[in-house]
């Protein structure tokens, strides 16, 4: 796969470990027949260590051996999480360890979910870019409180603790973004 084609989701072998690519940058020359160089930040899916990958725009890096199937979560005990194949009904265990900053915005009935399967074994997961959650524990709504820039911390259905705006109660649906974890929208 040249450089110029590989784009953020992309999944690429590096020194033999498959890399998850998560932002591209393009650094173009600035003098006469310098090369173009292509910046990538990514992730290694088999330690979780982030890594930066430069390649000139002639350079290519291998394609990896690599899938993704839709699941659903299952359960989780005190070592793993358990996720359920969509398709095939196949069961895949990961550590809590490995996925402990997903395991925050998870909840039973999320759709989208995937898992990323790394030569023929479950690496990890990959939530959809935004959720929605339950607040299940805040300080009340006040009349008079305006949609400003003003927030509070909220406990959402899962435990994850983000801030929202003041107009938001107990038992509203909000949307998070699970990139970041911030508040995104009143779902």
């Not at 990958?53 to 359960?75: C, N, P, Q």
Request: charged fraction near 25%; charge should be negative.
């Amino acid at each position: 796969m040249l450089a110029k084609d590989i784009k953020p989701g992309s999944v690429v072998v590096q020194n033999g470990a498959p890399f998850l690519i998560e932002g591209v940058h393009v650094q173009s020359p600035s003098a006469r027949g310098g090369a173009t160089l292509y910046k990538y930040r990514a992730r290694n899916l088999v330690n979780r260590q982030k890594a930066d990958i430069t390649l000139k725009g002639g350079d290519s890096l291998d394609e990896a051996d690599f899938h993704r199937r839709e699941v659903t979560f299952m359960y989780a005990d005190a070592e793993n999480a358990f996720f359920l194949d969509q398709v095939d009904f196949n069961q895949y265990a990961i550590t809590r360890d490995d996925v402990a900053n997903e395991l925050q915005y998870i909840t039973e009935d999320l759709q989208g979910m995937l898992v990323l399967i790394y030569n023929g074994e479950c690496v990890g997961i990959q939530l959809p870019t935004a959720v929605d959650l339950k607040i299940t524990q805040c300080d009340p709504a006040v009349r008079g409180n305006s949609a400003t820039s003003r927030t509070k911390p909220a406990t959402l259905e899962t435990g994850f603790q983000i801030q929202v705006p003041e107009y938001l109660k107990e038992g509203e649906m909000v949307r998070v973004d699970t990139r970041t974890g911030d508040f995104v929208a009143r779902a």
